[in-house]
C-alpha cells in the first residue's frame, strides 16, 4: 500500500508552518528515533521551532546519536504547536495517550510511515509500504524539498534504516538503499564508528537475556516455527531495559529450515507483546498479526494481546501453523480453525474490518469472525 500525497505539498507544510512536535511509537526502535532526529534537526536548520516527544523516551542505546538528548517524554499538558508529525507509527494509538494529548492543540496532523497495516490517520499522509524504513522516507523528503543535511541528520538516517533492514540484509533493501548509503558516506559519515556503537556495544544485561530465551527455545511445525519467550519476572530479575531484547529475534530466525520466528513477552500490566519476523512473503506475518489486532509488514509485524502468556501462545502459534500450511489460502482457514469469537462491530474500527476485507480478496467480513484476537 503506497498513500503518498504530493512531495511538493506536503514541503510546503514544513516550510510555511513554524512549530513542530515530532513523535514516534512506544517502545522506540533505532528507525522511530532516528527519523525523529533527522527530520527534526533538518527543520532546526532551517529556523523551525522542533520538539521531540517519545513517551518512553530515549532507549540506552540510541544515546550515542548526536542531539538524541533532544528525546523527551512529552509534557503533562498541550503545548500549542503549528504541527504534529507521527514517524514510523502505524497507528496512532501506538503515539501513547501521552504524546497524543500533548499535541491536541495541533492544528494539522502529518503521518509518515513505511508500515502496510498504516490506516491513514493523519490529515496529511506520506505511507510508502515499499520503503524499507522511515528513515529512508525522510531521507527522500530532505532531499526533495532541498533541506539541509546537517550532521545529526546524516547519523540518523543511517541507523534508522540500518537498523529497520538488518544492516542491510533484509529482502525490502533496494538499490536505492545503498545508493542512500553511499550519499551519506560521501556526507562525512563514519561507518565504522557508527556500526560498532549501533551493534557492538551491549549492555551484559542482555546477554543474560539471551541465555534465559536459549532455555526456552521451542520448534514447531517440522521445524519451519522457532519460537522463545521472556517473562515478566526474567525481565525484574535481569533489571532489564524495553530495549535490550531489540533484534535478538533475527538470531531464531536465522536457524536453517526455520521460515517464521516469533518472540513472546510478558508486560507488566499482564499483556503479552508478540513479535514475528518470517524469511519470505510466503507467509505474510502481517496477515496473523492483523488478525490479532496488530500489524506491521509482510516480514516483521508485531501483536499486543490480552493473557496469559500461555494461552497468547497457544492462539498465535495456532495461527502462524496454520499461515504456514496454507501459505497465500483464504482467511475462512484461520476463521474456521481458530477458536474466540472477535467482534468487530464493537472492538476494532472500520478501516481494520476493510483491510482485512481487502486481504481476503474482497469478500465479505462476517461480523464475529473465529480468531483469537482479544
Not at 476463521?335 to 486481504?359: D, F, G, V
Request: proline fraction near 4%; glycine fraction near 8%.
Amino acid at each position: 500500500m503506497s498513500s503518498l500525497n504530493d512531495i511538493d505539498s506536503l514541503g510546503e507544510i514544513f516550510r510555511t508552518h513554524q512549530s513542530f512536535a515530532l513523535m514516534s511509537h512506544m517502545r522506540p526502535d533505532g528507525d522511530a528515533i532516528g527519523s525523529q532526529l533527522a527530520l527534526g534537526h533538518a527543520l532546526e536548520a532551517i529556523g523551525k521551532t522542533v520538539y521531540y516527544w517519545n513517551q518512553d523516551g530515549l532507549p540506552d542505546s540510541l544515546k550515542f546519536l548526536p542531539g538524541s538528548e533532544k528525546i523527551q517524554r512529552p509534557p503533562a499538558e498541550p503545548i500549542v504547536v503549528d504541527v504534529a508529525v507521527a514517524l514510523d507509527t502505524a497507528t496512532k494509538v501506538r503515539l501513547g495517550d501521552s504524546c497524543v494529548h500533548a499535541a491536541s492543540h495541533a492544528t494539522l496532523w502529518v503521518n509518515i510511515d513505511h508500515h502496510l497495516s498504516n490506516p491513514l490517520y493523519g490529515d496529511e499522509n506520506y505511507v510508502d509500504a515499499k520503503s524499507p524504513a522511515t528513515g529512508q522516507i525522510v531521507f527522500d523528503l530532505i532531499k526533495a524539498w532541498g533541506f539541509p543535511l546537517p550532521a545529526e541528520t546524516r547519523d540518523a538516517i543511517y541507523v534508522a534504516v540500518s537498523t529497520d533492514t538488518g544492516s542491510f540484509q533484509y529482502a525490502s533493501t533496494t538499490a536505492h538503499t545503498y545508493r542512500m548509503a553511499a550519499e551519506l558516506i560521501d556526507a562525512g559519515l563514519d561507518v565504522g564508528r557508527i556500526n560498532a556503537l549501533t551493534y557492538d556495544n551491549h549492555p551484559f544485561r542482555r546477554i543474560s537475556l539471551l541465555r534465559s530465551l536459549l532455555n526456552t527455545l521451542e520448534m514447531h511445525a517440522d521445524h519451519r516455527l522457532a519460537c522463545w519467550e521472556m517473562t515478566d519476572a526474567t525481565r525484574m530479575e535481569l533489571a532489564l531495559q524495553p530495549d535490550d531484547s531489540e533484534g535478538l529475534i533475527d538470531m531464531i530466525r536465522a536457524i536453517e529450515g526455520v521460515q517464521v520466528a516469533a518472540f513472546f513477552e510478558e508486560l507488566p500490566e499482564g499483556r503479552i507483546r508478540v513479535s514475528m519476523r518470517s524469511k519470505d512473503a510466503s507467509c505474510n506475518v502481517c496477515d496473523v498479526a492483523m488478525a490479532f489486532g496488530g500489524g506491521g509488514h509482510a516480514l516483521a509485524a508485531g501483536i499486543r494481546m490480552t493473557g496469559p502468556l500461555a494461552d497468547a501462545k497457544e492462539k498465535v502459534l495456532s495461527a502462524l501453523e496454520i499461515a504456514l500450511q496454507q501459505g497465500g489460502a483464504a482467511w475462512n482457514v484461520l476463521c474456521k480453525k481458530l477458536r474466540m469469537a472477535y467482534c468487530w462491530s464493537i472492538n476494532r474500527p472500520t478501516w481494520h474490518r476493510m483491510m482485512l476485507s481487502r486481504l481476503r480478496g474482497g469478500h465479505s467480513i462476517p461480523k464475529k469472525l473465529v480468531i483469537a484476537a482479544r
